[in-house]
């Protein structure tokens, strides 16, 4: 049996994945939130990330590389990219093949779900995809505005999707869990 893949997008009401010049987590970082963070990266997983976002992480400044900073160093990762030929992490396998092939491999192959960390354009290419399993969206109660940067859904395939759940953190953010069917969705 294939291993699950999930997606989590973390966004402004009006859709933005990023800001310029927002803090991180748009300013809502509260206890639910650390408890749902912490809890998700304990859990058995291989994560998969692109090469913007791992040079991100990487490029942290030593004062921002916290406890969950080092903890995601540790847990087994693959950065897709055509352009990296090392990473400076351990635990870290860079693929450079075509992402839907290696995705359909490492579902096949991992012993554990695979999840997105950040990663926009990826996450939007494995939805189109239709190789993921489990869409969570982590919805902040905030419009970024003219501060919104990355739009989460642009070009994306449509797609119908199956509410499986949903939980409100900290009594402000919502997290809203989604099953894609594979049906057609909805049409006139």
Do not use: C
């Not at 942290?60 to 990473?87: G, I, M, N």
């Not at 119908?160 to 989604?178: A, M, Q, T």
């Amino acid at each position: 049996m294939a291993s699950p893949l999930i997606v989590d997008i973390f966004l402004s009401v009006d859709g933005w994945a990023g800001s310029d010049g927002l803090p991180g987590y748009f300013g809502y970082f509260g206890p639910d939130l650390d408890r749902w963070i912490k809890t998700e990266s304990d859990a058995p997983q291989l994560v998969v990330m692109g090469r913007r976002t791992y040079e991100a992480l990487d490029g942290l400044p030593e004062a921002a590389k916290d406890e969950s900073w080092h903890q995601l160093t540790q847990l087994d990762k693959v950065v897709f990219s055509t352009t990296l030929t090392r990473t400076a992490w351990p635990n870290t396998r860079i693929l450079s093949g075509d992402l839907t092939q290696e995705i359909q491999r490492l579902k096949a192959e991992s012993t554990t779900p695979l999840r997105t960390m950040g990663s926009l354009s990826l996450a939007r290419q494995l939805v189109s995809a239709g190789l993921v399993d489990r869409l969570r969206l982590m919805t902040f109660p905030l419009f970024a505005g003219e501060a919104g940067r990355d739009a989460a859904f642009t070009g994306i395939t449509s797609a119908d999707l199956e509410l499986v759940s949903h939980h409100v953190l900290d009594g402000r953010i919502l997290l809203s869990e989604y099953h894609p069917t594979g049906k057609d969705i909805p049409r006139a």
